[in-house]
């Protein structure tokens, strides 16, 4: 609740306890609902960047935040509206799809360091391991991003993307290389490519 401090003055249904229904609950005529889901996104970003925050402080206490190869990421982003579906277990849209990787490690990866190449989330654990000295080309289906965060380049790839919700019988994969999409949402409907 103390983060709830952007919408203040909301006074519809949406109460940020169940994300599940929120098509239901969400009155597509009134503009005040779709600006209370921001908000309420917001305050959880607001949540965890306190308590990231935190974390970092406890590593920089204890003497070891500047040894510590710190990662930031996440497994899904959001939709609000922006195709007609709220959440994240609808669609394979880029809102859902791009998501922050933060990487944190002075003397391991130069500050400030930023990467436009599209990667995947199946890349942080061999990259993690390259960095440790552990990686193999060929263990892992990822590849280490080491390269691009010190300022190289890696052939551009087509990665996984998928999507399998219950909740509106959705079952559909794909691949992505950072231009073009293709995807086969069910048995029986082929492929089909999004520029």
């Known amino acids: 609740p103390e983060h709830d401090v952007f919408y203040p003055d909301y006074t519809g249904e949406v109460?940020?306890?169940d994300f599940r229904h929120l098509n239901l609950v969400v009155d597509p005529d009134d503009p005040k609902d779709l600006d209370r889901i921001i908000s309420l996104y917001d305050g959880e970003i607001r949540?965890?960047?306190r308590n990231v925050a935190a974390l970092l402080g406890i590593l920089s206490r204890a003497g070891r935040l500047d040894d510590t190869l710190v990662v930031f990421t996440?497994?899904?982003g959001e939709e609000f509206s922006e195709h007609g579906q709220l959440g994240h277990k609808n669609s394979l849209f880029e809102e859902v799809l791009r998501v922050p990787l933060i990487m944190r490690w002075p003397g391991g990866i130069p500050a400030g360091t930023r990467v436009p190449e599209m990667t995947s989330i199946i890349d942080i654990a061999p990259t993690i391991l390259d960095y440790l000295g552990e990686w193999e080309e060929g263990?892992?289906?990822?590849?280490s991003l080491r390269p691009l965060l010190e300022g190289g380049r890696l052939e551009r790839r087509w990665t996984p993307i998928e999507l399998t919700s219950r909740f509106v019988n959705l079952d559909a994969r794909g691949a992505h290389d950072g231009r073009a999409k293709i995807l086969n949402v069910g048995p029986g409907d082929g492929m089909l490519l999004i520029d």
């Open 15 to 17: 109460d940020g306890r």
């Open 47 to 49: 949540f965890t960047d």
């Open 74 to 76: 996440s497994d899904h």
């Open 139 to 143: 263990d892992y289906w990822g590849r």
